[in-house]
């Protein structure tokens, strides 16, 4: 009995000296794998800085979402060329229940729009402050 006490204990101590740097190995992945989601939350955060949703537009089939925000721009006194939106869309599927011919529906969907520099973003939100009576005609 005693030479199988023995045995026992080094099979103990071999899985210890085993499973030891394994569960050392998975808590520091598990706090690789936090620090890593919180850089991603950071970095998701800084991007929405530089978005705008614009609301109340007309929505005309085929129009070209990144044109009416230069023109929106330049209605506003800012000059915006292509390089400076990094992308403009429609947002939510079109209400397509009350649809004519070239509006779709009488609310038209919001207008989502990343721009490069966030410094533009605060340049036309405060613009559009000062200019509260503007219209999207002709737009």
């Not at 009416?68 to 390089?83: H, P, S, Y």
């Amino acid at each position: 009995m005693d030479g199988f006490e023995k045995r026992l204990e080094a099979v103990e101590h071999r899985e210890l000296a085993v499973t030891t740097p394994i569960t050392n190995e998975v808590v520091e992945l598990q706090e690789t794998v936090s620090q890593l989601r919180l850089q991603l939350n950071e970095r998701d955060q800084e991007s929405l800085l530089g978005d705008l949703d614009i609301g109340h537009i007309p929505e005309i089939k085929g129009e070209n979402p990144v044109h009416i925000v230069t023109v929106l721009a330049t209605k506003l006194g800012i000059t915006l060329e292509d390089r400076d939106i990094v992308f403009a869309e429609r947002f939510r599927a079109p209400d397509l229940r009350n649809s004519t011919d070239n509006v779709s529906g009488e609310r038209a969907r919001r207008l989502v729009v990343r721009l490069a520099r966030r410094q533009l973003r605060d340049d036309l939100l405060r613009e559009a402050r000062v200019r509260r009576n503007i219209t999207s005609a002709y737009i």
